[in-house]
């Protein structure tokens, strides 16, 4: 039996996160290359740092034998005054992803403190928060394309935007962040960048607010 062609790359968070929050610049970056270059994986999940070109960047993964995959873009997309902060932020990451030539990148919402207590239950649902989070994400999805990056839905148990189970909001993002018009499975973002297809995965991706 043949094995399907998948193709991995690293994030490299445990670096990035800290009990100080998000912290990426080009000393975590060197850290985190110097450590993982010997683990075997030779691709690298793209963020430039804020002190760095892409330029820079892409010159010091391949230092370290790395090549550049999709990144990750997350925002609060429910917040309606952060809106136009948020496309621009979409726009430039995109942007860059353009540069380091890649054409996907994953988009999740920011995790939710409320959900991150009682994840992959749908806690406190709210359809007009729903709404607004849709409305967002797509807007940020738009401005992606319109760079020439795809979004592909990454989501989380402790957000606010998905869980999977039977839902009523399953077609929401579908031809706009990875999801296809035929697609059955919610996460087909992520898995469509590992080229591998679920065997019996269907559509219970429910976007619960």
């Not at 740092?49 to 010091?60: A, C, G, L, S």
């Not at 429910?78 to 860059?96: I, T, W």
Request: hydrophobic content about 40%; proline content about 5%; aromatic content about 8%.
């Amino acid at each position: 039996m043949s094995r399907p062609s998948m193709k991995v790359a690293v994030n490299p968070l445990p670096w990035v996160l800290s009990d100080a929050g998000f912290q990426l610049s080009r000393t975590v970056l060197l850290e985190a290359l110097a450590d993982l270059r010997g683990v075997g994986f030779r691709a690298l999940h793209a963020q430039v740092p804020d002190d760095m070109t892409v330029d820079e960047y892409r010159q010091t993964l391949s230092d370290y034998g790395f090549v550049p995959a999709p990144g990750y873009f997350s925002a609060d997309f429910a917040d309606v005054a952060s809106g136009q902060e948020v496309r621009e932020q979409a726009r430039h990451a995109a942007e860059e992803h353009i540069q380091l030539g890649l054409s996907e990148m994953f988009i999740a919402s920011a995790m939710s403190t409320e959900r991150m207590a009682h994840p992959a239950v749908g806690y406190l649902p709210d359809d007009e928060r729903l709404r607004r989070f849709t409305d967002g994400m797509v807007a940020a999805a738009e401005v992606m394309q319109a760079e020439g990056v795809t979004a592909a839905l990454h989501s989380h148990v402790g957000s606010w935007e998905a869980r999977f189970t039977p839902g009523r909001h399953c077609k929401a993002l579908r031809g706009t962040v990875g999801l296809d018009d035929d697609s059955d499975d919610g996460s087909s973002g992520t898995i469509a960048f590992a080229r591998y297809t679920p065997m019996s995965a269907r559509c219970q991706f429910a976007m619960t607010s």
